[in-house]
């Protein structure tokens, strides 16, 4: 049987970085709070032509270039973003556009942080149903847009960037071996983003007119840590692989605290453990990817190491999935 391989890793963040001092300047926060209750020091913040569309096709490129294929290759591209630079076109088919990847269909999925891991996994099943294809999966974000720049509650938390994954068909037994992902929509008041408004009254909900992320820390917190916890187990139950078989875990990078609980939960030393929070901040959807390619340019996958994703994000959404490298 064939399953998904990744034959390609890429990624791709704005120039400008934003510090903890720089956000002491522009609300009551300090480096100290910050860095202690999260572990950020800082994030990229997007700038003119560095929209989601034009990061997640600069990692796209990047992916394509690593898997020596060409863009009029592809056969489909799916981007996980909650931040595109319009409601329609997708952003994915902007990307199909900048890349001339005229062969490929082009969609977006909306499962928030965890929507590179949704991806992954639908084109995971695509590759199963047809091992010659070529997808590229991408998670993109630019959350700088839609944070409260004066809510600290959030605004220090986020960041803009892209990563991307060029994805096919391989053999024997490397690849996409099993995947666990979950959702609960009965708790999306606790971390969630307005649409804006639309201009039928009756459906217009009374909020200001460019809605911000909003978000519950604490309790986010509490179902993050359990939620990834219990998804990454029953993958290593479901697949018999022993968490100490696992050669990296990356997880979704939103706080230094959750991760450091994940590795203890699964008696991972901290080399085990991917962590680049540190320096962009919580990127969505985009962290996995950006978290990987800089793990595989790095030189820390062989092939036949075993990787384990997991992430969880406004839904909510959660899930884990393991590859075979
Ligand atoms: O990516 C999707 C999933 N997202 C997550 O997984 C995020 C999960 N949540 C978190 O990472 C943490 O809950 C936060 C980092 C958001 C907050 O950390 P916390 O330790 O849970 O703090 P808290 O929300 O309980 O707030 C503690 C205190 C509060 O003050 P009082 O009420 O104790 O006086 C906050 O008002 O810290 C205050 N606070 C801040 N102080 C300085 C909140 N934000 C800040 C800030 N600077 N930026």
Redesign the pocket.
Known sequence: MSRAIIAGTGSALPDRVLTNRDLERM????DE??TS??GINTRRISGAGEGTSRLAAAAGRKALAMAGVDPGELDMIVVGTITPDMTMPSCACLVQKELKAVRAFAFDLNA??SGFLYALDLADKYIRSDPSLKILVIGAETLSSRVDWQD??TC??FGDGAGACLVTGGAGERGYLAGKLMADGSLWEL?HLEAAPGHNRDLRPNHDSSPSIR?Q??E??RH?VRAMEDAVTRVLNATGVKAESLRLVIP?Q??I??IKSLAEHLGLPPEKVYVNVDKYG?T?AATIPIALDEANRAGLLAPDDLVMFCA???GFTWGASLLKW
């Open positions: 609300v009551e926060t300090s709070w910050i209750r999260t928030a942080c600290r509650n220090v938390l971390l978000m820390g604490r986010v917190f993050a979704h939103a706080n605290r959750i919580n969505s969880f994000g406004g």
